[in-house]
């Protein structure tokens, strides 16, 4: 099969090093690049580490995004579309954001070929996913995590969007300072919103262009 046909699966770096991660192209979702343009200030997506990233210095990862954003999200993936798994955890959406239900539906599909690993996705599209699991079950292996749009604004565990297991929640550097519990340390050394726990409330302080903020 041409390569083009494939899902491609990303090797992350930096917090999310040692993780792999199946990615979409934030730069042309029309959602982010909504919310992106943002004149609000407690909007997290205004400073999107992503939207820098793939207009700069890691510009040339748009080309496989962008399939990754044309596959997912125009049909239903055949089998031999979906790549080797042999992972633990997999990230959904280190880059990018959910597209549509189709999109969605590939998501399902490649959890339930690999039942072995586990699946968190990180979504804002709340719409999307009660949509589609109103009508569909969920994977028990994919762990939903609600990406709180808004700054200072923790949505805590009696809160959570349904279907969703978490919330990952952004506040500035000096506020909630006892909730922060996502504190630097990269993700292969924590893990908490990758396995399901009694963890629900996820919190970090803003980061730009992953470096803390401290006039946020």
Same mark, same amino acid.
């Given at each position: 099969m041409?390569?083009?046909d494939? =899902?491609?699966?990303s090797?992350?770096?930096?917090k ?5 991660? =199946?990615? &979409?192209? &934030?730069? &042309? ?6 919310? +992106?343009k &943002?004149?609000?200030? #407690? *909007?997290?997506?205004?400073f $999107? ?5 793939l207009?700069t210095?890691?510009?040339?990862m748009?080309?496989?995004?962008? /399939?990754?954003s ?9 089998n031999?579309?979906?790549p080797?798994?042999?992972e633990?955890?997999? /990230?959904?959406?280190?880059? !990018?954001?959910?597209? #549509?239900?189709?999109?969605?539906h ?11 690993t586990?699946?968190?996705?990180w ?6 996913i ?16 609600y990406?709180n749009?808004?700054? +200072?604004?923790? *949505?805590d ?11 990952? #929640? ?6 909630? =300072? ?5 504190? !630097?340390q990269?993700c292969?050394? $924590?893990?908490k $919103? ?6 629900n ?7 730009i262009?992953g470096?803390?903020?401290?006039n946020?």
């Amino acid at each position: 099969m041409n390569k083009n046909d494939l =899902i491609h699966i990303s090797k992350m770096t930096g917090k999310l090093e040692s993780l792999k991660a =199946i990615s &979409t192209n &934030t730069v &042309t979702n029309n959602f982010c690049l909504k919310m +992106n343009k &943002t004149k609000s200030d #407690n *909007i997290i997506c205004k400073f $999107c580490y992503s939207h820098s990233m793939l207009n700069t210095y890691r510009k040339n990862m748009q080309n496989c995004l962008q /399939r990754n954003s044309d596959l997912l999200s125009k049909k239903e993936l055949k089998n031999n579309q979906i790549p080797f798994i042999n992972e633990l955890y997999i /990230r959904i959406n280190a880059h !990018g954001e959910l597209i #549509n239900e189709m999109h969605l539906h590939n998501i399902v599909l490649i959890c339930n070929k690999y039942k072995r690993t586990n699946f968190a996705l990180w979504s804002k599209r709340k719409d999307i996913i009660k949509k589609y699991f109103d009508n569909n079950k969920k994977p028990s292996n994919l762990i939903l995590v609600y990406s709180n749009p808004k700054i +200072n604004n923790i *949505i805590d565990k009696n809160n959570i969007p349904k279907y969703f297991n978490k919330t990952f #929640n952004n506040v500035s550097h000096d506020k909630f =300072i006892n909730k922060q519990n996502c504190t !630097g340390q990269k993700c292969k050394d $924590c893990f908490k $919103c990758y396995e399901f726990n009694n963890i629900n409330t996820i919190v970090e302080a803003v980061k730009i262009n992953g470096r803390l903020d401290k006039n946020i």
